[in-house]
Structure formats: C-alpha cells, structure tokens
C-alpha cells in the first residue's frame, strides 16, 4: 500500500497560491496579449520588404470582440509572405508571431514561477 497524508496547512497554503495566482494571470493577461500584438507589428514592419511603404504602413494591430489581433492588410500581403510561382517568398510576419508568442509563453511561465 502507498499512502500520503498532507496537512491542512499545506492546503491553506497552496489554496492562496492558486487564488493569487488566478488574479495576476487574469489581471495580467490581457495586457501580456497587447504587448505581444504590438512587438509582432513592429517586427514585421521592421522586416517587411519596402518598394513603396505601403505594407509596412498596412501592418497594424488592435483589440476587438474576439481578442487581439495583428494583421498586414495590404491584398498582396500573403503573395510577399509565401511567395508565388513567379515570385520568391519574402517573409516577414509569421516568424516574428512566432517568436513573439514563444516569448509570450515565457512570460506567463515566469509568472507561474514566480507565484508559486
């Protein structure tokens, strides 16, 4: 037989933590996803390829009903990013959201950390 007893101390104790924790995260959140949101504009405006500006002025971010958002909409946009058959791919979005959420992730990892 395997048994563990834990204390009403310890459950008192890791019961704030969780409280605690809830209430940063949730306070946090939010403001971690417009940060994030932000950083990817400005990478991708700092990698997008310039003839006359206009997507890199196209790239923009914000908040709506279903979150945040980032986007490039200039219609030729997804063209430059993946390329064509007469055109090589000149990628300047998806890598920097990338990056940027991993970033994200850590973020909200050290946070945990820290909580707990």
Same mark, same amino acid.
């Given at each position: *037989?395997?048994?563990?007893?834990? %204390?009403?101390? /310890?459950?008192?104790?890791?019961?704030?933590?969780? %409280?605690?924790? /809830? @209430?940063?995260?949730?306070?946090?959140?939010?403001?971690?996803? =417009?940060?994030?949101?932000? *950083?990817?504009? !400005?990478? &991708?405006?700092?990698? &997008?390829? !310039? /003839?006359? =500006?206009? @997507?890199?002025?196209?790239? %923009?971010? =914000?908040? /709506?009903?279903? =979150? !945040?958002?980032?986007?490039?909409?200039?219609?030729? +946009?997804?063209?430059?990013?993946?390329?064509?058959?007469? *055109?090589?791919?000149?990628?300047?979005?998806? &890598? %920097? +959201?990338? @990056?940027?959420?991993?970033?994200?992730?850590?973020?909200?990892?050290?946070?945990?950390?820290?909580?707990?």
């Amino acid at each position: *037989m395997i048994s563990y007893k834990v %204390n009403k101390k /310890d459950i008192k104790d890791l019961e704030k933590k969780i %409280n605690k924790l /809830d @209430l940063e995260l949730v306070d946090n959140i939010d403001k971690q996803f =417009g940060i994030t949101a932000s *950083m990817i504009s !400005v990478r &991708a405006k700092k990698d &997008a390829p !310039v /003839d006359t =500006g206009f @997507l890199k002025s196209s790239i %923009n971010f =914000g908040k /709506d009903s279903k =979150g !945040v958002f980032v986007q490039a909409s200039a219609d030729y +946009a997804p063209f430059q990013e993946f390329g064509t058959s007469r *055109m090589k791919a000149q990628p300047f979005f998806y &890598a %920097n +959201a990338k @990056l940027e959420i991993k970033l994200l992730l850590q973020r909200i990892k050290n946070k945990i950390k820290s909580i707990i």
